[in-house]
């Protein structure tokens, strides 16, 4: 399999008060962050014994705002990581970005440096909605973000779109999804606003969401912006993804696929060796514990710590979980290839009774979510789990 790769930056300008993802805000020891991530992709590096020639090379840097840092810092750890890992040309190597914190100036280094995917933080192109996410952009903001891109040289452009958001007009965001089509944006990722404990949104709406946003309005905005994009081209292949063909998140796919990753920074999470694993949300502890790291010396005793040690079994109960978001579902003889058992065997009773509810189709070697499945996925999934 190829490598995978995901970056925390964990700096922002600012905490929108919707984020559940750690971040801090300020960017006073951004250097020696940089430093210390370096430090650490050279050492999974020497670890890695991986077939390079197997599979697609993924980077994906996340955050936090990986915008928000000088880009110097930013391209010298993908160039540390490039070399140090092998990935290959041609790799999707994507970086988010938001408006806010983009100028001309990164954007064309980020082209140079070998960024070929840029995920944009847009969240709505009104006004009023983006005050309501406290986002520091405002519409013009964001399309301005975009054109700088295309003319950066970047092809595959991916917009973020938050639906859900109490004063929000169907309208308005089928408006939004026009205004990517014009901008040429080849993919669209769609998240309906969701309260994570520990948010300002939390205790701002934690009683009364519902009740500004009903359900049935929230599912309404989902189909809608759904039939929007598939029929402008851009084709909905993931519960809350879709793309023009040929632009699918190739990174986002290895996590549906099951795939192993690895990860690098504070606060990130990965999957090697059969292992989920996770690093202190702590940037000086980060910096503390990677900064006495010694060349060849492997990483630091008790810097990650295990979420999880997945057997074959762990493997094969999970799938579901991330291959029912996707479009394609289950394909029953990928997954008795990938776990030596028949997937009606294993997960019978599951499967029967939700196609009897008409939340799943089983037909063509193919068992997903039905448009009505799509509004149920989290309970569909649940029976598969047990």
């Given at each position: 399999?190829?490598?995978?790769?995901?970056?925390?930056?964990?700096?922002?300008?600012?905490?929108?008060?919707?984020?559940?993802?750690?971040?801090?805000?300020?960017?006073?020891?951004?250097?020696?962050?940089?430093?210390?991530?370096?430090?650490?992709?050279?050492?999974?590096?020497?670890?890695?014994?991986?077939?390079?020639?197997?599979?697609?090379?993924?980077?994906?840097?996340?955050?936090?705002?990986?915008?928000?840092?000088?880009?110097?810092?930013?391209?010298?750890?993908?160039?540390?990581?490039?070399?140090?890992?092998?990935?290959?040309?041609?790799?999707?190597?994507?970086?988010?970005?938001?408006?806010?914190?983009?100028?001309?100036?990164?954007?064309?280094?980020?082209?140079?440096?070998?960024?070929?995917?840029?995920?944009?933080?847009?969240?709505?192109?009104?006004?009023?909605?983006?005050?309501?996410?406290?986002?520091?952009?405002?519409?013009?903001?964001?399309?301005?973000?975009?054109?700088?891109?295309?003319?950066?040289?970047?092809?595959?452009?991916?917009?973020?779109?938050?639906t859900g958001v109490p004063g929000q007009t169907m309208e308005g965001?089928?408006?939004?999804?026009?205004?990517?089509?014009?901008?040429?944006?080849?993919?669209?990722?769609?998240?309906?606003?969701?309260?994570?404990?520990?948010?300002?949104?939390?205790?701002?709406?934690?009683?009364?969401?519902?009740?500004?946003?009903?359900?049935?309005?929230?599912?309404?905005?989902?189909?809608?912006?759904?039939?929007?994009?598939?029929?402008?081209?851009?084709?909905?292949?993931?519960?809350?993804?879709?793309?023009?063909?040929?632009?699918?998140?190739?990174?986002?796919?290895?996590?549906?696929?099951?795939?192993?990753?690895?990860?690098?920074?504070?606060?990130?999470?990965?999957?090697?060796?059969?292992?989920?694993?996770?690093?202190?949300?702590?940037?000086?502890?980060?910096?503390?514990?990677?900064?006495?790291?010694?060349?060849?010396?492997?990483?630091?005793?008790?810097?990650?710590?295990?979420?999880?040690?997945?057997?074959?079994?762990?493997?094969?109960?999970?799938?579901?979980?991330?291959?029912?978001?996707?479009?394609?579902?289950?394909?029953?003889?990928?997954?008795?290839?990938?776990?030596?058992?028949?997937?009606?065997?294993?997960?019978?009773?599951?499967?029967?009774?939700?196609?009897?509810?008409?939340?799943?189709?089983?037909?063509?070697?193919?068992?997903?979510?039905?448009?009505?499945?799509?509004?149920?996925?989290?309970?569909?999934?649940?029976?598969?789990?047990?």
């Amino acid at each position: 399999m190829g490598r995978h790769i995901y970056v925390h930056n964990p700096f922002c300008a600012r905490k929108c008060p919707y984020c559940g993802f750690y971040s801090e805000e300020g960017s006073s020891r951004t250097a020696e962050y940089y430093r210390c991530a370096e430090a650490e992709a050279r050492l999974l590096a020497e670890g890695d014994i991986r077939d390079a020639d197997d599979g697609p090379d993924t980077v994906y840097f996340g955050g936090g705002t990986p915008s928000f840092p000088d880009s110097s810092l930013v391209c010298g750890l993908l160039k540390t990581i490039t070399e140090s890992f092998g990935i290959r040309p041609g790799a999707e190597i994507t970086i988010e970005i938001n408006p806010s914190s983009l100028t001309k100036e990164k954007a064309e280094e980020y082209r140079k440096a070998g960024f070929n995917r840029v995920s944009v933080g847009v969240q709505s192109l009104s006004d009023d909605v983006l005050r309501t996410l406290g986002r520091l952009h405002d519409s013009q903001g964001a399309i301005e973000a975009i054109k700088t891109l295309s003319r950066a040289g970047f092809t595959n452009i991916s917009a973020d779109l938050i639906t859900g958001v109490p004063g929000q007009t169907m309208e308005g965001v089928l408006q939004d999804i026009d205004r990517f089509v014009t901008l040429g944006v080849k993919h669209v990722s769609t998240y309906s606003l969701t309260l994570e404990e520990g948010t300002a949104f939390y205790a701002r709406y934690k009683d009364r969401l519902e009740d500004i946003v009903p359900p049935e309005e929230e599912r309404a905005v989902y189909h809608a912006v759904r039939r929007r994009l598939e029929q402008n081209g851009i084709i909905p292949y993931e519960i809350s993804n879709s793309a023009c063909e040929g632009f699918r998140s190739v990174h986002n796919g290895s996590y549906w696929n099951g795939s192993e990753y690895f990860a690098i920074g504070a606060g990130s999470h990965g999957f090697t060796n059969g292992v989920r694993y996770g690093h202190a949300d702590s940037i000086d502890e980060y910096i503390r514990v990677m900064s006495g790291a010694l060349p060849g010396g492997g990483l630091p005793e008790g810097f990650i710590y295990v979420e999880e040690e997945m057997t074959l079994e762990d493997r094969m109960a999970e799938y579901p979980f991330l291959r029912l978001r996707t479009s394609e579902g289950i394909e029953a003889d990928v997954f008795e290839k990938k776990f030596g058992r028949d997937v009606h065997e294993v997960f019978g009773d599951a499967i029967k009774a939700n196609v009897s509810r008409g939340l799943l189709e089983d037909k063509d070697g193919r068992i997903r979510l039905t448009e009505s499945g799509l509004d149920f996925a989290d309970a569909v999934i649940r029976d598969f789990m047990g």
